[in-house]
């Protein structure tokens, strides 16, 4: 990442508890390198073992991402840039809209029969990933079912998984017309989110761009970009897998809607938002020390 980029981030992040002198061991790694190593990862979808010899040494990169995985510092760290970006523009750090919509990717040999499934609209076999975002295309939230999941089956869970934070402020969500039922709808008037179908006018051929909807169509295409992110690959159980750098939760959801039990390798989110934050090896202090070198 470029200086002005390190700086925006470094601001976010939290502080190591052994810079506060409140025990644990000092790490041996910049992390500036260690995030520049797991986006070089994601961007060019390489595996761990290949990472370059100019980025630390692969399984200390690998072990730094999981432990961050684990205790939910990715999506910490996210929550913070988002707000932070959001409050610069001039809005609230929490949005009151967003739009929500998935996307199919194929699953290599791999992936287990049990944690895949085949989606006939999109003529893909492996994972889905339904995402919510604000009216700018942040992401909001993320959740990975099996690609035979309906979206309007996968909605509630993913709702209920960003609403589960406190101070949530969102009322409304922008949908296409795949995000129907009465089931979803009872899902989100409990949280009091209304649902607005984006549809297309009658007679319309082609591409057309829809409003609102194309916005959080574009942060799809940002995900796409990254070739870790086009295909899964992941061995249930042995490997994070790739959405977890976008804060994903795997959801056990079966494609009727019910919750079914975890597959092997499927985590679950923390107990309480930050949960993570308040072990020994982070502080929440306001005052990051990082050093860059």
Same mark, same amino acid.
Not at 48 to 62: E, N, T
């Given at each position: 990442?470029?200086?002005?980029?390190?700086?925006e981030?470094?601001?976010?992040?939290?502080?190591?508890?052994?810079?506060?002198?409140?025990?644990?061991?000092?790490?041996?790694?910049?992390?500036?390198?260690?995030?520049?190593?797991?986006?070089?990862?994601?961007?060019?979808?390489?595996?761990?073992?290949?990472?370059? @010899?100019?980025?630390?040494?692969?399984?200390? @990169?690998?072990?730094?991402f999981?432990?961050?995985?684990t205790?939910?510092?990715?999506?910490?760290?996210?929550?913070?840039?988002?707000?932070?970006?959001?409050?610069?523009?001039?809005?609230?750090?929490?949005?009151?809209?967003?739009?929500?919509?998935?996307?199919?990717?194929?699953?290599?040999?791999?992936? +287990?029969?049990?944690?895949?499934?085949?989606?006939g609209?999109? +003529?893909?076999?492996?994972?889905?990933?339904?995402?919510?975002?604000?009216?700018?295309?942040?992401?909001?939230?993320?959740?990975?079912?099996?690609?035979?999941?309906?979206?309007?089956?996968?909605?509630?869970?993913?709702?209920?998984?960003?609403?589960?934070?406190?101070?949530?402020?969102?009322?409304?969500?922008?949908?296409?017309? $795949?995000?129907?039922?009465?089931?979803?709808?009872?899902?989100?008037?409990?949280?009091?989110?209304?649902?607005?179908?984006?549809?297309? +006018?009658?007679?319309?051929?082609?591409?057309?761009?829809?409003?609102?909807?194309?916005?959080?169509?574009?942060?799809? +295409?940002?995900?796409?970009?990254?070739?870790?992110?086009?295909?899964d690959?992941?061995?249930?159980?042995?490997?994070?897998?790739?959405?977890?750098?976008?804060?994903?939760?795997?959801?056990?959801?079966?494609?009727?809607?019910?919750?079914?039990?975890?597959?092997?390798?499927?985590?679950?989110?923390?107990?309480?938002?930050?949960?993570g934050?308040?072990?020994?090896?982070f502080?929440?202090?306001?005052?990051?020390?990082?050093?860059? $070198?």
């Open positions: 990442m470029t200086d002005a980029e390190w700086a981030v470094r601001s976010a992040m939290p502080v190591p508890a052994w810079l506060l002198k409140q025990g644990g061991r000092p790490e041996a790694y910049c992390h500036r390198e260690m995030l520049d190593a797991v986006r070089y990862l994601v961007d060019n979808g390489v595996k761990w073992m290949a990472l370059p @010899v100019d980025f630390p040494y692969w399984r200390a @990169v690998y072990d730094f999981c432990r961050w995985r205790y939910d510092y990715v999506r910490e760290l996210h929550e913070r840039l988002r707000r932070t970006a959001r409050e610069r523009k001039g809005r609230n750090a929490e949005p009151s809209a967003g739009i929500i919509d998935s996307q199919s990717v194929d699953a290599s040999e791999t992936v +287990s029969e049990d944690s895949r499934g085949y989606d609209g999109k +003529s893909r076999d492996g994972r889905k990933r339904h995402i919510l975002t604000d009216t700018e295309g942040l992401l909001l939230e993320v959740i990975v079912t099996t690609a035979d999941v309906h979206d309007s089956k996968a909605a509630p869970a993913l709702l209920e998984t960003f609403m589960a934070d406190p101070g949530r402020l969102l009322k409304l969500v922008w949908v296409d017309s $795949a995000y129907q039922g009465p089931a979803l709808a009872k899902a989100f008037a409990r949280h009091g989110v209304r649902i607005e179908v984006v549809r297309r +006018s009658d007679g319309q051929r082609g591409f057309v761009v829809l409003a609102r909807r194309w916005v959080v169509e574009r942060t799809l +295409s940002w995900l796409s970009r990254s070739r870790r992110l086009n295909r690959t992941r061995t249930p159980g042995r490997s994070p897998h790739p959405d977890g750098v976008v804060g994903r939760r795997d959801q056990a959801v079966s494609p009727d809607g019910r919750r079914r039990p975890a597959l092997a390798g499927e985590t679950s989110r923390p107990t309480a938002p930050g949960a934050m308040n072990r020994p090896f502080s929440r202090s306001s005052q990051p020390r990082f050093s860059s $070198a």
